[in-house]
């Protein structure tokens, strides 16, 4: 650990062990992104010099109460600051009028655009849905004193508007024409929201969420998610994991996940550390380096894991929910698929992407149906208790290395027999106590399965049983 101004009532940086706990003051960990409330623009030796608005990552704690070591996430300068000179990045609401396209007015007519694109001013502009041409879009952009419509032409999964450049999605093709005016008559300057929609870019700008571009580097492919490739990055200088959803549709829907992971900080749970409306959205979250764990389980077996680690993934898992309950949170997807493990063997709950609160339920042709409790399965009544019925469907995996559960039924058949009562068997060598747990997760009523709450101290208890045996 560095040290800081030394003796003479500077602050001195204090091993974390002897740190006093977080209780009335707040208290920030390291790596805690921070916004800055005022601009210190003239610091004194070994502070940090920032503007008000700039993102700042926590470092170190300070001996000295109220001031941190931090690193200016734009420059990044590392210096002091003092406590009150930051707040806490704020949590992002799930709201409906969030749009990664709020320029988007959908099916309105040419004249309702020119009259939405009043008064005149250079450069700005919304794109609509075009009536003549079902399936293409048009570009509105004011000029001049007139509005000028350019047609997208959607062919072969691109969009264009002279065939010279193509793009992906219409997010792309405007972060395009802002740097660059390309063939059209100016570059777009301003976009005019619809009425009623909020711009998602600045709303995640104004919480501290938004990163940027430029601090970016890509690396190699990391995993394949549902919604496309995970890559290994870095951002400034710090390992991170980056999903890219290049599809707008998609990417608006993966703004709900977004923001559930906004409001969530926890040992125990894949940490969220901004988002790049880029190339679509790039979602970046902390590297887990050893994978999801049911390759960690499967590549390394019985031979590898003795039962306290697996004891101890199960406790990390039920911590990590515990928390997520009391966020009010229902993750919908809890498998050994979406577990990560770090670098340290700490198990972390990722992909929130049913963890979302959808007026419109879920789209039961997508549901894990083994993972899914039979409540969730007939009647969408999802709910932290249908959570604890995939937890233990999640602890059969942990304790069977990695295998697939009820591999020999279709899904059909896992349906029926599961309403009839039927439960899997204890895996090989499976401490009896785990079952036991297990079985309490699969109990048909609801509220009679036990709380994670529960389950993390009947988990401490077998992990301290083992230990002191
Ligand atoms: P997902 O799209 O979340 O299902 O991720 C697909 C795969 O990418 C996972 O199974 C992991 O192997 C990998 N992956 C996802 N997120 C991370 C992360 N934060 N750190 C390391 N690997 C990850």
């Known amino acids: 650990m560095s040290s800081c101004w030394g ?13 006093p706990p977080p209780v009335a ?3 920030w960990l390291p790596g805690t992104q921070c916004i800055t409330k005022h601009d210190h623009t003239k610091p004194k030796a070994r502070e940090l010099a920032f503007r008000k608005g700039d993102i700042v990552t926590i470092v170190e704690i300070c ?8 690193k200016h996430n734009d420059t990044g300068e590392e210096g002091l600051l003092s406590a009150s000179s930051v707040r806490e990045r704020e949590a992002i609401r799930v709201d409906p009028k969030l749009s990664l396209m709020p320029w988007f007015h959908g099916k309105i007519s040419g004249v309702e655009a020119v009259q939405a694109l009043q008064p005149p001013e250079d450069g700005l502009f919304l794109v609509r849905e075009s009536i003549r041409h079902p399936g293409d879009y048009v570009l509105c952009v004011s000029f ?19 065939a010279s450049v193509c793009f992906y999605n219409l997010i792309d093709m405007i972060e395009h024409y802002m740097k660059d005016q390309g063939a059209i008559c100016t570059k777009l300057v301003k976009p005019k929201p619809k009425p009623g929609l909020k711009s998602a870019e600045d709303e995640l700008a104004k919480a501290g969420w938004l990163l940027k571009l430029q601090h970016l580097t890509l690396g190699d492919k990391i995993g394949e998610g549902e919604f496309g490739a995970v890559l290994q990055g870095e951002y400034m200088g710090q390992k991170v994991a980056v999903k890219n959803i290049k599809c707008d549709v998609t990417a608006q829907a993966f703004l709900a996940e977004t923001a559930a992971m906004t409001k969530v900080r926890h040992k125990n749970l894949v940490q969220l550390l901004g988002v790049i409306l880029h190339n679509g959205l790039y979602i970046v979250m902390e590297y887990m380096s050893k994978g999801n764990l049911v390759n960690f389980l499967r590549t390394r077996g019985r031979s590898v894991l003795q039962p306290k680690q697996l004891i101890q993934f199960a406790l990390d898992i039920s911590q990590g929910m515990d928390y997520l309950e009391s966020k009010k949170l229902v993750h919908r997807d809890l498998a050994a698929r ?11 709950v990722s992909d929130f992407g049913l963890a979302k609160v959808d007026p419109k339920g879920v789209d039961a042709t997508k549901l894990p149906v083994k993972w899914t409790a039979p409540e969730a399965l007939k009647n969408n009544k999802f709910s932290t208790k249908s959570d604890v019925w995939s937890y233990g469907i999640l602890l059969w995996e942990l304790f069977s290395y990695g295998r697939a559960p009820y591999s020999k039924m279709t ?10 009562g039927y439960r899997m068997e204890a895996p090989e060598e499976c401490p009896p106590s785990l079952y036991t747990l297990m079985k309490s997760c699969w109990e048909t009523e609801p509220g009679k399965r036990p709380s994670f709450r529960k389950l993390t101290e009947k988990l401490q208890k077998e992990l301290k049983h083992i230990r002191d045996s």
């Open 411 to 420: 899904l059909k058949e896992v349906t029926e027999m599961v309403e009839k």
């Open 25 to 27: 003051q707040k208290c």
């Open 7 to 19: 003796a003479g009532g500077s602050p001195g940086l204090l091993p974390a062990a002897l740190m």
């Open 63 to 70: 001996e000295q109460k109220g001031w941190y070591k931090a």
């Open 338 to 348: 979406n577990i990560l493990i770090s670098e340290e063997n700490v198990a972390k």
């Open 144 to 162: 001049g004193k007139e509005v000028i419509h350019y047609r997208i032409i959607y062919q072969e999964n691109r969009l264009s508007i002279d």
